[in-house]
């Protein structure tokens, strides 16, 4: 019980401690009219649309609705489309974002592009892994050919939507801290995991990045968000970003 009641206070403290840092800013919109203006590079193989919706033709594919506001990736079925990586970097934060796949897709939410939570169409799976909608996704090595290394932290209840409808996915991430020599001093948090309305994690420390950036890529106190879009088709839509203030 004492344990419990100190991570309690942990987490509050977290969340109230960020709310204080945030109070007074405003969400920054990374998907609004001008849909690819947030993100790096050519942006190639996404599509701009008013929505998103099953293929009639085919389930595991998209069809875009004219208008603007929402990024749909791979319409085809096909993993055509290069990720996205915002143009601006974060450290603490908290996000909204909405997202729609199809039948057997799968994508996932990158936190300074290091620490994932997973997207994929989970819907109706009884035991859901890290690797299933809402997990904090594993570690992973690519060779002798890709394949995960621990269990991540799955989801503990199912709170996946059916393919072709719009799901809710709210964060609040704490950033790893850094001492004046570039030590890491304190590993990056999940906070809080909301899915769907659904809370599936809370003070979730991460010691290391996931996936197999793990042991390519080096954690840092800011980095840019990164949105995956290149496992199969997904949409992303009303991406906002509150971060705290420094």
Known sequence: MKTISIMAVFIVLAIC???SAADGEDWLELIGNDALGAWQ??????TVGGDAALDPQDVRALVAMPGRGVLISSLSGRAESRNLTSKQSFADQEIHIEFLVPKGSNAGVKFQGLYEIQIADSFGKAQPT???????????????RYHTIDEGVPPPVNACKPAGEWQELDVVFRAPRFDA????IEDARFV???LNGRVLHENIGLKWPTGHAWRKEKEVARGPL????DHGPVAYRNLRIKAARE
């Open 17 to 19: 401690t960020f709310a």
């Open 41 to 46: 590079g050519e942006c190639g193989g996404w």
């Open 130 to 144: 890290a690797s299933d909608c809402g997990g904090v996704y594993p570690r992973a090595e690519l060779e002798p």
């Open 181 to 184: 020599e570039g030590k890491k």
């Open 192 to 194: 809080k995991v909301t």
């Open 226 to 229: 990164f949105l995956q879009g």
